[in-house]
């Protein structure tokens, strides 16, 4: 019934591969039954949305049963597609130097007995710094590509590519080996592309960072109380028995390091506060650091890396530790691009509370595991089409006037807005069918809004 506006149809034209001919057309539909379903996006809401203009009967679900099989049952590889969007993201946005990749973890909040892989997890939403709240589940580990946005260079967003389902249970891979799995995925895709991944305290860890693979590095948060060793072990003299020693003495862990710098009076020796000026979340800040390298041997092996001790002189954020892979990389790079995890934090935030990508009732395996990383896929092809072709559309233009002071462009929230007012134009228009067909319009339009009620 809704009617596809050609720059969208170039975008989703290159996800036609991973699908048979039919199944791609009812790709096609579910997708703009998802942009424009104004109620609670449950599936049947989706669907319903789809053919607006036959009322259906809840209890007759027979109508909908290929929109239910395109999840449950038809075969498509969400792996595949996640390649071909990749594949079209990089070569639009960013065709050259090294890959941003952000790695994280949320919580898709559900209930029921027959969900597939539901879990109690910790809900970082709910969580304070003094009480740990934890929610029933699907618990999500996302691997996105960060892309500075070429109209508005300052601004990050980032692009979900990955996403892979943490079951509960001990003998279950982590969500760090689960982000090692997708990281391998995504350089087999990109093979002659270093690879930058950021990623929060979680993921320091060695199920993702030993025997890190050649080509990709990391940026990360480090614990306060981290066992740091001298890269350079000590000369053993010749007539001395044993094993050659691998790593030089204890070195002051983060923590120690940033007190230890409190003590100096003077701006001489290695453990002393260095000044230096960053942009973090749009604001410029003059922030404090000791940097020093070291080996983490319970994390990265006998990798060097180096270690940033943040703090901020005016105490709006708290002391942070932070660390990489890159031995020679200076302190504001180092900052700056962790800061660029926050973009993830963002995408996590409108893929809730804009696409609705908890309505869904679902609760089969092959629903629960190819639902909500199709949603997120969905996600980086609306962006996609937004920042190449969508923000200069008359539509964009007429949102923007409606924008409050609070808004912002290049929200998700105003993407969809601009996307569904260019698809109802491309639908409605005194042109678009004949007098009768037109009011059938309006009466499609009238079950949309009962439909949101």
Request: include cysteine.
């Given at each position: ?81 996640a390649q071909g969007v990749a594949i079209a993201i990089v070569v ?122 050649k080509g990709v590095a990391f940026v990360g948060r480090a614990r ?184 912002s462009a290049w929200s998700l929230r105003h993407m969809l807005k ?36």
């Amino acid at each position: 019934m809704w009617e596809m506006i050609p720059s969208l149809e170039t975008v989703v034209q290159g996800c036609a591969f991973a699908f048979t001919e039919p199944t791609f057309a009812t790709f096609r539909q579910v997708l703009l039954g998802w942009i424009m379903c104004l109620g609670t996006r449950t599936e049947f809401h989706v669907f319903q949305t789809i053919q607006a203009d036959d009322e259906v009967c809840r209890q007759e679900r027979h109508p909908f049963d290929r929109f239910y099989n395109f999840f449950s049952r038809a075969k498509w590889d969400i792996v595949l597609l996640a390649q071909g969007v990749a594949i079209a993201i990089v070569v639009a946005l960013s065709p050259k130097g090294r890959l941003y990749l952000l790695v994280d973890d949320t919580l898709l909040h559900k209930r029921g007995k027959k969900v597939y892989g539901l879990g109690w997890f910790r809900d970082a939403v709910a969580s304070t710094k003094k009480r740990v709240a934890t929610a029933s589940g699907n618990n999500w580990v996302v691997l996105g590509l960060a892309i500075p946005i070429p109209q508005c260079p300052d601004k990050i967003v980032c692009l979900p590519l990955l996403a892979r389902l943490h079951l509960p249970g001990k003998k279950q891979p982590s969500c760090a080996s689960l982000a090692r799995e997708m990281l391998v995925t995504v350089q087999s895709w990109f093979p002659d592309r270093e690879l930058m991944l950021v990623g929060d305290g979680g993921y320091a860890a060695a199920g993702l960072l030993k025997e890190l693979p050649k080509g990709v590095a990391f940026v990360g948060r480090a614990r306060g109380d981290a066992a740091v060793y001298d890269p350079q072990p000590p000369r053993r003299p010749t007539n001395q028995r044993g094993p050659k020693p691998t790593k030089g003495k204890r070195l002051p862990s983060p923590k120690e390091a940033a007190q230890q710098a409190d003590r100096k009076r003077n701006d001489q020796g290695p453990w002393c506060w260095q000044t230096i000026v960053v942009t973090l979340y749009g604001v410029e800040r003059s922030l404090k650091i000791v940097s020093y390298v070291v080996v983490w041997p319970t994390v990265l092996g006998l990798r060097p890396i180096r270690v940033v001790v943040v703090r901020d002189p005016s105490g709006k954020m708290q002391d942070t530790y932070l660390f990489t892979t890159e031995v020679t990389a200076a302190a504001a790079w180092i900052v700056t691009t962790f800061a660029w995890r926050w973009s993830i934090e963002v995408c996590f935030k409108a893929s809730k509370q804009v696409l609705d990508i908890e309505g869904p009732n679902h609760w089969c395996q092959a629903s629960i595991e190819r639902l909500a990383p199709w949603l997120w896929l969905m996600q980086t092809l609306l962006s996609h089409w937004y920042i190449m072709d969508g923000h200069a559309s008359a539509e964009a233009a007429k949102e923007a006037s409606l924008m409050g002071e609070w808004d912002s462009a290049w929200s998700l929230r105003h993407m969809l807005k601009v996307l569904r007012r260019a698809t109802l134009n491309a639908t409605i228009n005194p042109n678009s069918a004949p007098l009768d067909e037109l009011r059938g319009f309006v009466e499609t339009l009238k079950n949309c809004v009962n439909t949101a009620a």
